[in-house]
């Protein structure tokens, strides 16, 4: 069973920096993509960041664009999301998901329906 396990959440002032890292294991293939997505108390879980592990395709939400980048390391099966400018609006759980055996494209690359694989999650806090 695969199993996505995330870290380096905290606590950072406004305009600082955290980088999470979401290792998968368990798949005895590689997933075709894995995102971060987040959800702050009383919204809904939205997409932040994509990737397509084998093209290394990335997609943004605007409201992170320019601020946070999406990479991956295949041979680690971990993806990483560097976050810089951190704002309070920022603040939430962050999880990551993965698509495993299932074909999906970058229209929906940051919907929460094509991922079928998630992590527990890791909260992000800022503060102003």
């Known amino acids: 069973e695969v199993q996505l396990v995330e870290s380096g959440g905290g606590s950072v002032q406004t305009g600082g920096s955290l980088k999470l890292s979401c290792t998968a294991s368990g798949a005895t293939y590689n997933s075709n993509m894995m995102g971060w997505f987040r959800q702050a108390p009383g919204k809904e879980r939205e997409g932040v960041a994509s990737?397509?592990?084998?093209?290394?395709?990335?997609y943004y939400a605007d409201s992170v664009k320019g601020r946070f980048t999406i990479t991956r390391d295949n041979v680690k099966s971990t993806v990483y999301l560097q976050m810089n400018s951190l704002k309070p609006e920022d603040t939430a759980m962050y999880y990551c998901?993965?698509?495993?055996?299932?074909?999906?494209?970058?229209?929906?690359?940051?919907?929460?329906?094509?991922?079928?694989?998630w992590g527990q999650g890791t909260q992000v806090t800022v503060s102003s």
């Open positions: 998901a993965a698509v495993y055996g299932r074909v999906v494209d970058g229209t929906r690359a940051l919907l929460v329906h094509p991922y079928n694989h």
């Open positions: 990737i397509f592990t084998s093209s290394g395709s990335t």
